[in-house]
């Protein structure tokens, strides 16, 4: 896990986008799951700021295979799988925070009744902790970071995360707002 102040010398261009961009309903072609409240067409100099970052700043080449979106969690809108990992779109997640908020963020976690931490397992485990992705008391928060404008997480994305704080926060305006980038 890898936190990055300051992450794009152009976030001043992301904030003023995200406010006034449209956010839809999306299908996941990876796993046929809708998310809700994600942008696909973000700007072109913001895409190339962040593969830019990654590149030259974090990985010292291209990333492979990215996919990049905005993605809002509002208080009180229901996301598919609360606790989930993300190796379904690539090997690694970022996730850009757009908002300064101590109460909200990223947390990593661990399986209750497992000790499961990522979905580098197979069988049972795996299984169990699929099961109960949505049932928050199953779950214990070991690490997390708190959002700060134009702080970039990155991880392994087999880590098992939840959203913070659970459940979202902020009406559509204002909620809590994500610039994801998967890749490998």
């Known amino acids: 896990m890898i936190e990055i102040d300051n992450f794009i010398d152009n976030f001043h261009e992301l904030e003023s986008f995200y ?44 990333p492979k295979d990215p996919v ?28 850009l925070y757009l908002q300064d908020n101590d109460n909200a ?13 990522s979905s580098n397992i197979g069988g049972e485990s795996l299984s169990k902790t699929i099961k109960d992705c949505n049932d928050d ?21 087999s880590q098992f995360h939840v959203a913070l704080p659970i459940g979202g926060f902020g009406e559509a305006e204002n909620s809590r707002t994500v610039l994801t980038c998967f890749f490998s």
Not at 25 to 45: F, M, Q, R, T, W
Not at 147 to 153: D, E, Q, S, Y
């Open 19 to 62: 406010k006034t961009a449209e956010y839809e309903d999306e299908v996941n072609p990876s796993d046929g799951v809708v998310y809700p409240h994600i942008c696909k067409d973000l700007p072109e100099s913001i895409v190339h700021s962040v593969m830019f970052q990654l590149t030259y700043g974090v990985l010292g080449r291209m």
């Open 105 to 117: 963020g990223t947390g990593f976690a661990k399986h209750k009744e497992t000790g499961v931490t």
């Open 68 to 95: 990049i979106f905005l993605r809002k969690s509002p208080e009180g809108v229901d996301v598919p799988h609360k606790f989930h990992t993300d190796n379904s779109m690539g090997k690694f997640s970022l996730m």
């Open 137 to 157: 008391s199953k779950w214990q928060i070991y690490k997390s970071f708190k959002m700060r404008k134009n702080r970039a997480v990155m991880f392994d994305a």
